[in-house]
């Protein structure tokens, strides 16, 4: 018996995101240690995830601010867009290249926290290249 595509993503989403949880130190503690090492009192931990049409394929990573720890091939430059975004993705500003018009759209997902606040953004664009427009390093991995 085979399993539909967006069982088998939100299967592999859901684990990603409980082995995170396990990974997490509470929040209160965490707080206060990105408190300590950000000049500004700033501090987040993201989960960001991109998928494809469908669900087809999903890839995902764990990002830290202002410690830019973890698996984000571009931690540094997308914790300071972060920064000046106060922790919302949807105000990310990214890179300023042109994209073609092509439709393969993707999803991109934030869950985590900014300052103690909870952080929950999706946001579907037509392509990769539109992604990239708007959020640049954030979700560049």
Known sequence: MSLPRTAVAAAAATAALALLALASPP?????RQ???GGADGTDGRFFLTVSGAQNTWIRGVQL????AVG????AAEACTMLHRAKGDPGRVTGAGHQCTREY???TATAEGDWNGRPVVWHKTFPNACALDVATGPVFRF
């Open 34 to 36: 990105g408190r300590s």
């Open 27 to 31: 929040a209160a503690a965490a707080g």
């Open 71 to 74: 698996h984000h091939p571009h």
């Open 104 to 106: 393969d759209p993707v």
């Open 64 to 67: 830290s601010c202002p410690d």
